[in-house]
């Protein structure tokens, strides 16, 4: 007889315990055990949470290489059936060789569940019948329980669902970040209600009635916006490090729509809009995609949406200053050019326009189409087509932490027929569907790749721009590490040609999340390991990096309404001299209507305590010695880059954390 070792470790989770009977199979290239009854000194809390146990399987001789476990449970006579979460099982051999099997999956039945062991392997290394059977099953059974399903048509499609329990329980939130979730978003509306705002529709009476609104929900960031929205070097900032980074592109030339002259914005011809835009001085911002967006009725009242041009200088103090705004597309007698030497309100009235629309702009096209729903596709066909010993696999899990339910939740809360976004925001409703498939038809590939889309936006330059400095040096280091891991398991082009699993991932990401539409450059295919490794790269910043630069600061920005207000009820002036403070308080949105946009941001921009940041890996799914190391290495160069970002933000008045990897969520998860 030779004796195994099996530990089996249970997740540190709420709920993870089972107190069913455990059974586990041993199965290798020249046999396999019996079917194992994993019965302990410690009895029956062999398997609560976070415990650790061991036990010994017997076989008549060795069983030759480990291939996979089975591991199946099987409820007590008068006990429930209950859920068990396993995180991984440690085989030592008689021959002394250790085989890790990383599971961190949830068993709620009592079927036989198969976990490979945990050297990755591509499909053409799972050279063993019983390995390639198990692997083709587990796909067989992803394709079942992850279904493509079609929300609204022209945009990426996402994983059908009836109920966040519906969903299978391994992406559900964990019972601490459901809990967090519905406290935060209760403890909001509780405050509302209570001071009678929620259902108030009145308009504000004053700038200063707004600071009733969640006195005791401020950040630092929502304090000095708050201070200083009305300011041109504040406004101009927020293009740079605000959450909306991504439209501002420098000007080599005047749009033919937007007619605005030297005499305009250079008083005494000090300087020419020529000379500045060759010195790369004169930057513009261009809501095209807005116009004609058919707008949503609020509280009975029609709503007002508009598609701004601005034009932006950068001054010899390296401040980014507006000299220009044209709240509509087409130039007309009534549709002026609004300039900082207008009177205050005219002047702060345009801005609030721009702000409005940025607002609309941001949440629909930056925030939920580029990185929501493109990290749903990711996900589900990650889910569907990779397996778990496959080294793509292992190396995304992580990043698919919570994605599925959170949008489930914004489609269900935010953007259907009863949702928030909806009802309160201007481009709620027809115009929202409208703006999301504009924007994925004009979306590119280049523009989702931060030093593709800095260098085709012309910003190398741009002092002060510490999203693009962040965002560049993030992407250098999973850059780095991606092609380290990768490159691990395919040594040349023709291996990444050969992974059918690797080419139906992309496959599927290209028909499911750009629509098989060539025009956004999405591969259809890899050829190369340097475009796997490009895609990969792209995939896991924006899960992690750029989603928290368009998210977490919502709150920072939006908590004080009028810098961002969410949907406006007054056209824009058509003519000059024609605004004051009166009439900006009657465009601004209604007091129910700011509270419920203000209680969702700080919803949206609430981190659950049990994140897990950028670069920590608590599921062991890589056991070889080389991605270890890597895995190290990453985290190193993260904790280094996390230094560097805390220096420079104690010189700022408002520091840039977004990017920071401490505070950086690995994936979208809020």
């Given amino acids: 007889m030779v004796n195994y070792k099996v530990t089996v470790s249970t997740g540190y989770l709420a709920g993870a315990t089972t107190l069913n009977n455990v059974f586990i199979k041993l199965v290798g290239t020249d046999g396999e055990s019996e079917r194992k009854w994993l019965m302990g000194i410690k009895g029956a809390s062999s398997f609560m949470k976070g415990m650790v146990s061991c036990f010994t399987v017997c076989c ?106 519906s969903l299978p329980c391994e992406v559900r939130f964990s019972f601490t970040k459901t809990t967090e979730f519905i406290f935060t978003a209760a403890t909001g509306l509780t405050e509302l209600q209570i001071k009678g705002l929620s259902s108030c529709k009145k308009k504000w009476n004053s700038i200063d009635a707004i600071n009733r609104v969640f006195c005791n929900k401020r950040t630092n960031i929502s304090d000095y916006v708050q201070k200083h929205w009305k300011e041109d070097a504040f406004f101009g900032y927020q293009y740079l490090n605000g959450v909306n980074p991504i439209l501002i592109r420098r000007c080599k030339a005047l749009p033919d729509n937007f007619p605005v002259t030297d005499d305009m914005v250079f008083l005494r011809g000090k300087c020419s809009l020529a000379n500045e835009m ?217 291996e990444v040609q050969q992974n059918s699993e690797l080419q139906k991932w992309i496959s599927d990401i290209f028909e499911y999340g750009s629509l098989s539409q060539a025009c956004t450059g999405i591969p259809q295919s890899f050829t190369t390991v340097a475009e796997m490794v490009k895609f990969v790269t792209m995939v896991i910043f924006t899960c992690s990096g750029q989603h928290s630069a368009v998210n977490t600061g919502q709150y920072d920005y939006g908590g004080w309404m009028p810098n961002t207000p969410l949907t406006l009820q007054l056209p824009p002036p058509t003519t000059k001299g024609t605004t004051s403070e009166t009439t900006m308080l009657q465009t601004l949105p209604d007091i129910n209507t700011t509270v419920k946009g203000m209680s969702t941001l700080w919803l949206l921009s609430k981190q659950s305590s049990d994140f897990v940041a950028l670069g920590q890996y608590p599921e062991d799914h890589f056991s070889e010695k080389i991605p270890l190391k890597l895995i190290r290495d990453f985290q190193g160069e993260l904790e280094v880059f996390s230094a560097v970002i805390n220096v420079r933000n104690k010189s700022l008045d408002v520091p840039y954390t977004y990017m920071d990897p401490k505070v950086l969520e690995n994936s979208v998860a809020i």
């Fill in 60 to 165: 008549p001789v060795s069983i030759g290489k480990l291939i996979l476990i089975e591991l199946s449970k099987q409820r007590l006579p008068l006990f429930p059936e209950d859920n068990w979460f396993p995180a991984k099982v440690e085989v030592q051999s008689p021959e002394g060789h250790t085989y890790n099997f990383p599971i961190y999956r949830w068993i709620a039945d009592s079927e036989v569940h198969r976990f490979r062991e945990g050297t990755a392997l591509r499909v053409c290394d799972d050279s063993h019948h019983l390995g390639r059977y198990s692997r083709q099953q587990e796909l067989s059974q992803r394709e079942k329980d992850y279904c493509w399903n079609v929300y609204k048509e022209g945009i990426p499609h996402c994983m059908k669902a009836e109920s966040p329990l």
């Fill in 278 to 494: 060759k010195k790369g001085n004169i930057f513009l911002c261009d809501y095209k995609q807005l116009d004609g967006v058919k707008t949503n009725t609020i509280n009975g009242k029609k709503q007002y949406l508009m598609a701004p041009l601005v034009l932006l200088h950068k001054t010899p103090d390296d401040e980014l200053m507006p000299i220009a705004i044209q709240l509509k597309q087409t130039p007309a007698e009534d549709n002026p050019i609004f300039l900082p030497t207008d009177t205050e309100y005219d002047w702060l009235t345009a801005k609030i326009f721009v702000r409005s629309a940025d607002f609309n702009e941001h949440q629909l096209n930056v925030h939920l189409l580029r990185t929501h729903l493109l990290a749903e596709v990711f996900v589900v066909s990650l889910l569907r087509n990779v397996p778990m010993v496959h080294p793509l696999y292992k190396l995304l899990v992580s990043h698919t932490r919570y994605t599925l339910q959170i949008n489930y939740l914004a489609r269900a809360s935010l953007i259907s027929k009863t949702g928030v976004f909806t009802q309160f925001a201007a481009s709620g409703g027809e115009g929202m569907i409208t703006l999301l498939k504009r924007s994925l038809s004009s979306m590119t590939y280049t523009s989702l790749c931060i030093p593709d889309d800095i260098a085709e936006r012309g910003l190398e330059h741009v002092p002060n721009f510490y999203y693009r400095d962040d965002g560049l040096k993030l992407w250098d280091i999973i850059h780095r590490f991606v092609q380290g891991v990768l490159s691990f398991y395919h040594k040349n082009d023709a």
